[in-house]
């Protein structure tokens, strides 16, 4: 996989040719997202909202929605930039996640992959999800994208 591109030093650069909008994103929605104890500390600890971003790879006919090779990395390097890091799955072999759906969109079975960060608790940060999960759905042509949110407490 090709390294992930710095977004300190190129911003625009890494995300305007397919993700243009979150250009706009590396500071608006403004606040520090970043864990508290990670900007004092470099540590990860104590109260803390993951996300975790469900990145559709493979629609369920086999048609790319997003590229490990040329997507992931920029969205990678936005989040990283935003929250001070992510996680994601490693994608030695092909896509980690298989989605089975079973009913309101007939039987189907698409690829996935996912990235968690971990934030402040503040509101900020859900607004700058729920504009990330629009341009997602736009970018990628889908009806839907997966965000999850979830309370967790980091053990210093």
Same mark, same amino acid.
Request: aromatic share 8%.
């Given at each position: 996989?090709?390294?992930?591109?710095?977004?300190?030093? *190129?911003? @625009?650069?890494?995300?305007?040719?397919? &993700?243009?909008?979150?250009?706009? =994103? %590396?500071?608006?929605?403004?606040?520090? =997202?970043?864990?508290? $104890?990670?900007?004092?500390?470099?540590?990860? $600890?104590?109260?803390? !909202?993951?996300?975790?971003?469900?990145?559709? =790879? %493979?629609?369920?006919?086999?048609?790319?929605?997003?590229?490990?090779?040329?997507? %992931?990395?920029? =969205?990678?390097? &936005?989040?990283? @930039?935003?929250?001070?890091? $992510?996680?994601?799955?490693? @994608?030695?072999?092909?896509?980690?996640?298989?989605?089975? !759906?079973?009913?309101?969109?007939?039987? $189907? *079975?698409?690829?996935?992959?996912?990235?968690? /960060?971990?934030?402040?608790?503040?509101?900020?940060?859900?607004?700058?999800?729920?504009?990330?999960?629009?341009?997602?759905?736009?970018?990628? /042509?889908?009806?839907?994208?997966?965000?999850?949110?979830?309370?967790?407490?980091?053990?210093?």
């Amino acid at each position: 996989m090709p390294p992930t591109p710095d977004l300190h030093q *190129q911003p @625009h650069d890494a995300l305007q040719a397919r &993700f243009g909008p979150f250009v706009d =994103l %590396l500071a608006d929605p403004a606040g520090e =997202l970043r864990l508290e $104890s990670l900007v004092k500390q470099n540590l990860l $600890s104590g109260f803390a !909202w993951r996300y975790t971003v469900i990145i559709p =790879l %493979l629609s369920e006919i086999g048609e790319e929605v997003f590229s490990l090779q040329d997507d %992931l990395p920029p =969205l990678t390097a &936005f989040l990283n @930039h935003r929250f001070g890091g $992510s996680t994601s799955l490693s @994608h030695q072999g092909g896509p980690p996640l298989v989605g089975n !759906w079973d009913g309101v969109w007939g039987d $189907s *079975q698409d690829q996935n992959t996912s990235i968690m /960060v971990y934030s402040r608790t503040v509101k900020v940060a859900d607004v700058l999800f729920g504009r990330i999960k629009e341009i997602l759905k736009q970018v990628g /042509v889908q009806e839907e994208i997966l965000i999850e949110k979830c309370q967790v407490t980091l053990i210093g």
